[in-house]
DNA sequence: GTTAATGCAAAACTTTTGCAAATTG
DNA sequence: CAATTTGCAAAAGTTTTGCATTAAC
C-alpha cells in the first residue's frame, strides 16, 4: 500500500514536469520524496532543514523553486501563512479540507463540511463568479489550551 | 451624517487609547482620519505613499506601528496577505463579512452567508474549539473577467 | 553538445527594532 | 519634566534572482 502511494505522487510529478517540458532531477525527487514523506503541513524553511540533514548538498532556492512547481503541479497547495512565512500541505490524494488553527499554540485541525462546500457554490453563483477555489480558517484557542489556561 | 461617523471612529480611538494608558498624537490621528476617508482595503505600503502625498512628515514604522494599534482597537483588521503583503480593511462600523476575490482582476467584493456562520461556529464546537474568529476567501473569476475572456 | 537546473551569494521584499530627538500629558 | 512616540536607519525576516558550474536529455 505505501509502495502504491509512492510510486502515484512521483508519477504525477513526472509525469507533469514532462508536460510542461522540465527535466527530473535528483534535487527534485529528493525534495517532494521529503515532502511526503513528512505528511504535514511544512514551511519552505522546516524542509529545507530536514533535507540538509540528510542530503547536505541541497540549495535554499531550489526548496523554493521545487515547491513552486509542486503547486503548479498540484501536487502540493498553500495552506496560508503563519508568522509571516507559507505554509504548505501536500495535496496529492489529499482531497480539499479546511482548517481550525489555535492562536494559542498554532495546532492546525483539518476538517470538511458538505453543506459549508456547497453554500460557497451558491454564494459563488450569486455572483456571477466562477469559483476555483476557496479557502477558510477558523481561529480560536484548542481545548488543550483552554485546558491549561493559557488563554 | 458623514460627521458623525467620522467623530465615531475618531472617539473609539481616543478612547481605547486612554484605556491602554497611551497617548492621542498628531500622526496617528492623521493615519486613522486617512485610512477611514480611504475606505479600501489597503496595504501598509499603499496607504504610506497617500499618507507621504498630504503629510511629508511621517514615518514607515509609524504607519505599522498605528496599523497594529488600530487592530488591537477593533477598528482595522487584517483581510489576508496579497503578493506578500498584509492587506487591512475597516471594521469599525463595518461588520464581519467574507471574501470573494477575482484571480485575474484582484476585484474584492464582499458577502455575508448567515449559514456558513452558524455552520462555523458548529464545527468549532465539535472540535472543542473557542473560536475567535475566522476568515473565508472564496477564489474564482469575476463576471467581468469571464465577459472579457480573460478567462 | 545544447539547454535547463543547481547552489551560492547577493538582491529585493516586507516588517520590526534601537535610539536620539521631539512631543505628549 | 517624566515618559511615550516619532522618524530614521539599520536589522531581521522571507522569498527571488543573477550567474558560473553542473547535470539532464
Redesign the interface.
Known sequence: MQMKQVKDYKQAFHECLKRMGLRSTVQRDVIVDEFFAQDRHLTPEELYRILRRKHRRIGFSTVYRTLKLLTGCSLVREVG?SNGTTLFEASFNHPHHDH?I??CCGKL?E?L?Q??ES??ER??LK?????????????????EC?KKGKS
Not at 127 to 143: A, Y
Open positions: 501563512t481550525l489555535c492562536d485541525i476538517f463540511d453543506e459549508i453554500i460557497q454564494v459563488a455572483h456571477q463568479f466562477h469559483m476555483t477555489g476557496h479557502r477558510l480558517i477558523i481561529q480560536g484557542i484548542c481545548r483552554i
